[in-house]
T-cell receptor, first 110, second 115 residues
């Protein structure tokens, strides 16, 4: 079952912060985050494996709340280069494959 | 090569024709995945291989779709008797281990248009 991302789209000014949420109706064992720029391939950001885990990549960090079956991606002091569509992916139970959310489109304006 | 390579980058075919899409993964990567991505949507799983073994093909839409990876490296996704609804971006990804929780590297994709 596909995870649900919110919001669907965000427009920010450079330097502002954003939060992207990913939630699932079933138990989550890990959450994968990818960013895809227009016309390019998705690029891996990070994986969160355990409840309560937090990770960082540049000024992008994420948390994973196992009990709430959700993950959040935090973009701090956003840069123009952060523009793109962010996807969360969750493993299909017992299978070696990811089910991706519908994406959150992030636009950063100067 | 340095990354995952897919060919052709663009393919326009007439309805009813067969097409073969090629994926050359990063050398030594164990797992190879095929996804389909509609415009504005997340990648949708089709099938995957560990080495040459097809482990899961549950995402293939119907029996017109097939995939192989005979020597555990290059993979081909074949669509027979193409239909307009097959038009999409087809992406390949590879990862270094057969474990779920490792980074996947995506290729640039093949944009298939069926006319």
């Amino acid at each position: 079952q596909q995870p649900v991302q919110s919001p669907q789209a965000v427009i920010l000014r450079e330097g502002e912060d954003a939060v992207i949420n990913c939630s699932s109706s079933k138990a989550l064992y890990s959450v994968h985050w990818y960013r895809q720029k227009h016309g390019e391939a998705p690029v891996f950001l990070m994986i969160l494996l355990k409840g309560g885990e937090q990770k960082g990549h540049e000024k992008i960090s994420a948390s994973f709340n196992e009990k709430k079956q959700q993950s959040s991606l935090y973009l701090t002091a956003s840069q123009l280069s952060y523009s793109g569509t962010y996807f969360c992916g969750t493993p299909d139970q017992g299978a070696q494959k990811l089910v991706f959310g519908q994406g959150t489109r992030l636009t950063i304006n100067p | 090569g340095a990354g995952v390579s897919q060919s052709p980058r663009y393919k326009v075919t007439k309805r009813g024709q067969d097409v073969a899409l090629r994926c050359d993964p990063i050398s030594g990567h164990v797992s190879l995945y095929w996804y389909r991505q509609a415009l504005g949507q997340g990648p949708e799983f089709l099938t995957y291989f560990n080495y040459e073994a097809q482990q899961d093909k549950s995402g293939l839409p119907n029996d017109r779709f097939s995939a192989e990876r005979p020597e555990g490296s290059i993979s081909t996704l074949t669509i027979q008797r193409t239909e307009q609804r097959d038009s999409a971006m087809y992406r390949c990804a590879s990862s270094p281990t057969g474990q779920m929780n490792t980074e996947a590297f995506f290729g640039q994709g093949t944009r298939l248009t069926v006319v």
